[in-house]
Every structure is written in structure tokens, then in C-alpha cells.
């Protein structure tokens, strides 16, 4: 890459990161953050809070979707692979993770796992957080390209 281009590409950069709705991006997720920790703070006064609510429903309850949803975010953010012509279309690849995500929540609800102490809830989480990773992998990938990568 010449040194031209490397500079143009800079400047492209950062005017996307200098943009009006990264800018606005970033004050959503911020607010957010801090109004879901206020959140959390007054429950933890008056009753239980989200933090409580969800490891409580996760663990003995059976919500093995959260766990699910987790390995399929990590298979997708952090393992990127080459774009293949064997890469299920986008769309479709999402709507079928939800509809697994959607038959694992009715499984938590409707399918009674004995539960024996908590060596079985831990290995049907680690096993959804196993499979969810695969598919998260296989079915929606973040693609890269040598554009991506950094040249040194």
C-alpha cells in the first residue's frame, strides 16, 4: 500500500469515526449503560435486581437460551473466517439462530430436566455455550478480507 493511499485511508477513517451517527451511536449505548446500572442500583433497594433475576433464571431455572445467545455472539464477533461460496445467505443464517434460540427458550420451559445437583445444569450450559460458538462460527461469520487485515 503506498503511502498515498494509506493517508486517504486514514482520512476515511477518520471521518466515519468523527460521523454525526457514531457520535449519536455512542451516546445511545452510553445512556443505556448508565440508566441499566441506576436500573440495577434502585431494584437492589426495593427487590431483586436484573443481575439477580438472570443468574437465578439461568441457572436453576433452566434459561439455557442466555447461554446460547453467548456462544453464538462469541462465534460471530471472534473467530472470523474467509468468505466462502459454501456461506449460507446472511438472512437466512439469522432467522434460523432465531429459531433455535426459540425452541432452546421453549425447551427451558416446557421440558423437565432432572436435576440432580448442579453438575447437570453446568454441562448442558457449557454444552449450549459449545454449540452455540459452532453455529454462531459456521451459520454467521464475520468475514474478512485483505482489506481488513493490517499491513505492516
Known amino acids: ?29 452510553i445512556v443505556t449503560v448508565i440508566g ?6 434502585y431494584l437492589y433497594a426495593y ?16 434459561y439455557f437460551v442466555l447461554t446460547w445467545i453467548w456462544g453464538v455472539m462469541s462465534g460471530h464477533l471472534f473467530l472470523a473466517r474467509k468468505k466462502s461460496a459454501k456461506t449460507v445467505p446472511e438472512g437466512i443464517a439469522i432467522l434460523l439462530l432465531i429459531l433455535i434460540s426459540v425452541i ?12 440432580e445437583g448442579e453438575t447437570l445444569n453446568l454441562e448442558m450450559h457449557i454444552l449450549f455455550l459449545v ?22
Open 104 to 115: 432452546i427458550q421453549c425447551l427451558g420451559f416446557f421440558v423437565e430436566i432432572p436435576t
Open 36 to 41: 441499566l446500572i441506576l436500573y440495577d442500583i
Open 1 to 29: 500500500m503506498s503511502q498515498k493511499e494509506h493517508i486517504t485511508r486514514q482520512e476515511k477513517i477518520r471521518d466515519i469515526i468523527n460521523s454525526k451517527g457514531v457520535q449519536l451511536t455512542q451516546i445511545v449505548v
Open 47 to 62: 427487590t431483586d435486581t436484573i443481575s439477580e433475576v438472570i443468574h437465578t433464571n439461568a441457572v436453576w431455572d433452566r
Open 131 to 152: 454449540i452455540g460458538t459452532v453455529c454462531g462460527y459456521f451459520l454467521w461469520p464475520q468475514h474478512y478480507t485483505k482489506e481488513n487485515k493490517h499491513d505492516n
